[in-house]
DNA sequence: TAAAATCCTGACCGATTGGTTGGTCAGGAG
DNA sequence: CTCCTGACCAACCAATCGGTCAGGATTTTA
């Protein structure tokens, strides 16, 4: 057993609430101490510098991500079934784990530190392949669409949940839209990515 | 015609370009002097501090990209061509300007400045109310499914191209990817938007 | 050409940054 | 009872932060 003292602990959650909200560089180590209940000094005790403590958050995030993937193992993809569990379960977990999640999503666009953006690879190569073995079999089963890459649906359904995720604030300040639950939405935009938005009929490119 | 010296655009540009890179706290005023040549008082002479610098360029970046989008007033929605032209301009500008797109989706998604969101909001309402009424006469023409939607099918294809434009520099190092030009991946995820992840009868591309 | 306005700078300010130092304190082992 | 260790902190450090100011250089205007 790991020994984690309270003060540690205390630390690590009050880190990652600062770095996911504000980043890197906008958050001091004042202000982790601050916010944690503890001198300054006592961080540079449990870490050897800011960098390193970012890091160990970085890691404890992917894992956590992973750990909760590993949950999503599926039967054969005989229906769409899976797939609207899949994503409805990527959506809801980056919701109920908004620290984690905007912090990942965080580094792999800024990407400023070059461990965290192998970190974020990695993690997210895990949701897709894993996705895009779930498609491949829903293609063989005949319930997808053949003549398309797995790879590009992988993409785009864990994209819109990534953008719903991250422009969500946004998108209910949009004039004229209907967007008030996430989850909702996220249903609504999987349907409209599995049927198309093109009239069935006329499919004429 | 207004008055903009040699300094001042240098500044404008040396600071579009850091912040959209690093964020407004990672970037020092004395490193956006030392990049445009110029000495840290001479940016305190053109703008009183350095917030207002940030809302300058937020504001400029938002002026470009509203000239920009007025050159697609596109003619009425009888086939799903201006669709795809709509898309595939929004992908080029966002990787041509990619300094000012990345500035606006950071305070899009960041937001700590109030005046900044707000801006984004505006810009990105802009986008959307026009793909909307897009999307919408093209709903009436019969060309595109009139159970969904048009807001749901606008967030759709803006927010795929958003998530290519942040997440390109990973998609690509992704495993088992064919992710290879931005323009021609997009291409293919706006056309299974457009046709729909399942299989059905008439679907030939 | 002199005055006025603008552009630009080096020197400087108090505050804050990431990080170090020397040391206190509680508790477990011998 | 001593010794050791890990947790913790106030005080401190050099460097950098955003920002100010007085004045030199250059251009505009009168």
Redesign the interface.
Same mark, same amino acid.
């Given at each position: 057993m790991v020994r984690v003292s309270n003060g540690e602990k205390r630390i690590l959650e009050a880190a990652e609430n600062l770095f996911s909200r504000? !980043?890197?560089?906008?958050v001091s180590i004042q202000k982790i101490a601050t916010q944690a209940g503890v001198s300054k000094a006592t961080i540079f005790h449990h870490f050897s510098s800011k960098q390193e403590l970012y890091i160990t958050i970085l890691k404890q995030a992917c894992l956590d991500i992973g750990t909760i993937l590993q949950s999503l193992e599926k039967e054969p993809c005989t229906s769409?079934k899976p @797939?609207r569990d899949f994503a409805s379960a990527h959506l809801k977990n980056m919701f109920d784990q908004q620290d984690v999640s905007r912090l990942i999503l965080r580094e792999?666009?800024?990407? =400023?530190i070059k461990q965290g *953006?192998a970190l974020?690879?990695e993690v997210? !190569?895990e949701h897709?392949?894993r996705l895009?073995v779930l498609?491949q079999s829903g293609q063989q089963e !005949?319930? @997808?669409? &053949?003549?398309?890459?797995a790879? =590009?649906?992988a993409?785009?359904i864990v994209? @819109?949940n990534?953008?719903?995720f *991250?422009?969500w604030?946004?998108?209910q300040?949009?004039?004229?839209?209907?967007?008030t639950d996430p989850a909702h939405?996220g249903e609504?935009?999987l349907r %409209? %990515?599995?049927? !198309?938005?093109?009239? &069935? $009929? $006329?499919?004429a490119?």
């Open positions: 504000h !980043g890197f560089d906008a769409v @797939l792999m666009t800024d990407g =400023d *953006q974020a690879v997210f !190569g897709f392949s895009i498609i !005949g319930v @997808l669409r &053949k003549n398309m890459d790879a =590009d649906a993409a785009a994209g @819109l990534v953008f719903m *991250q422009s604030s946004v998108l300040h949009l004039p004229a839209t209907s967007f939405t609504r935009w %409209l %990515l599995l049927l !198309g938005i093109t009239d &069935k $009929e $006329e499919t490119a």
